[in-house]
């Protein structure tokens, strides 16, 4: 009779392949579960928001919220406009001289708000904001967990769903929508700047052409690209902070990982919208 111990008779898997199916299973498992933690937490935090919306007895902590929104939003006005003007003028530099060679030079504002509209503002936005406050809250929230804050959440029946991580989901996603309409009207306009004084082109037909070139559509999917980004954000940043173990060293590897794991989150979700957009043919 064989046991859960003793491999059954004739089947025998060499060690190599053992280690190597371990090597490889392990890391799959525990992304499984990092995935599903995140999910997890993210219905977790929507069925709070309902049940704050439908009912009058619920709520989450709308000052706590106000107060986010403060400092995840307000206090990254500086970093957004200085890294969106930037953008804006690269974008002109780089692609003057390919339109100046097929005498389309006055073309560069379509290729400019186009390009921010659609794609750089929200990503660009949601990439600073992610260095910016994603990585602040996780390690906030590491910190509670380490002085056992949470823990004095639970025992007085406070849920930390709701009075920690859905006011910060909120702020994030808030913070984001608003700040990738200024970091696209900054752009657009400090490409207009450098194209005006540098490329000689009128300012009437830079921002004409700008405006004919979008429309409502360029705007709207920027600005959900950049609410789902703050979603992601926020919700991986809450979910390492809450999840930190290990002291002080944790707070670090879960302020580490919230910036990699939303940056690569934010790029793979970009694709799959670009993608759906493609496709249903929003371009």
Same mark, same amino acid.
């Given at each position: 009779?064989?046991? %859960?111990?003793?491999?059954?008779?004739?089947?025998r898997?060499?060690?190599?392949?053992?280690? &190597?199916?371990?090597? !490889?299973?392990?890391?799959?498992?525990?992304?499984?579960?990092?995935?599903?933690?995140?999910?997890?937490?993210?219905?977790?935090?929507?069925?709070?928001?309902?049940?704050?919306?439908?009912?009058?007895?619920v709520?989450?902590?709308?000052?706590?919220?106000?107060?986010?929104?403060?400092?995840?939003? !307000?206090? %990254?006005i500086?970093?957004?406009?200085?890294? %969106?003007?930037?953008?804006?003028?690269?974008?002109?530099?780089?692609?003057?001289?390919?339109?100046?060679n097929?005498?389309?030079?006055?073309m560069?504002?379509?290729? !400019?708000?186009?390009?921010?509209?659609?794609?750089?503002?929200?990503?660009?936005?949601?990439?600073?904001?992610?260095?910016f406050?994603?990585a %602040?809250?996780?390690?906030?929230? &590491?910190?509670?967990?380490? +002085?056992?804050?949470?823990?004095?959440l639970?025992?007085?029946?406070?849920?930390?769903?709701?009075?920690?991580?859905?006011p910060r !989901?909120?702020?994030?996603?808030?913070?984001?929508?608003?700040?990738?309409?200024?970091?696209?009207?900054?752009?657009?306009?400090?490409?207009?700047?450098?194209?005006?004084?540098?490329l000689?082109?009128?300012?009437g037909?830079?921002?004409?052409?700008?405006?004919?070139?979008?429309?409502?559509?360029?705007?709207?999917? +920027? $600005?959900?690209?950049?609410g789902?980004? +703050?979603?992601?954000?926020?919700?991986?940043?809450?979910?390492? &902070?809450?999840?930190?173990? &290990?002291?002080?060293? +944790?707070?670090?590897?879960?302020?580490?990982n919230?910036? $990699?794991?939303?940056i690569?989150?934010?790029?793979i979700?970009?694709?799959?919208?670009?993608? $759906?957009?493609?496709?249903?043919?929003?371009?």
């Open positions: 009779m064989t046991t %859960s111990e003793t491999p059954a008779p004739g089947i898997t060499p060690g190599p392949i053992r280690r &190597g199916v371990a090597r !490889v299973g392990r890391p799959a498992v525990e992304t499984l579960e990092y995935l599903g933690g995140v999910a997890g937490l993210t219905l977790d935090a929507g069925r709070w928001l309902w049940r704050s919306v439908v009912l009058r007895e709520r989450f902590g709308r000052r706590a919220a106000y107060a986010q929104v403060v400092r995840v939003g !307000v206090r %990254s500086g970093v957004i406009t200085l890294v %969106s003007s930037c953008i804006g003028l690269i974008l002109v530099l780089q692609v003057a001289p390919l339109l100046d097929l005498g389309q030079t006055e560069v504002a379509n290729v !400019v708000g186009l390009a921010i509209f659609r794609e750089l503002g929200p990503l660009i936005g949601a990439i600073v904001l992610t260095g406050a994603g %602040s809250i996780a390690a906030e929230l &590491g910190t509670m967990v380490v +002085g056992e804050e949470v823990e004095a639970e025992a007085h029946a406070l849920n930390p769903v709701r009075f920690l991580v859905l !989901v909120l702020a994030t996603i808030i913070s984001m929508v608003v700040l990738c309409v200024l970091g696209d009207v900054i752009a657009v306009f400090a490409g207009g700047l450098i194209g005006v004084l540098g000689g082109i009128g300012a037909v830079y921002f004409n052409n700008t405006i004919d070139q979008l429309v409502l559509a360029d705007f709207l999917t +920027g $600005v959900w690209k950049a789902v980004f +703050g979603a992601i954000m926020g919700t991986i940043a809450c979910y390492n &902070g809450l999840s930190v173990t &290990g002291g002080a060293a +944790g707070v670090g590897r879960a302020t580490t919230t910036v $990699v794991h939303s690569v989150s934010i790029i979700a970009d694709l799959i919208f670009t993608a $759906v957009f493609f496709r249903l043919g929003w371009n």
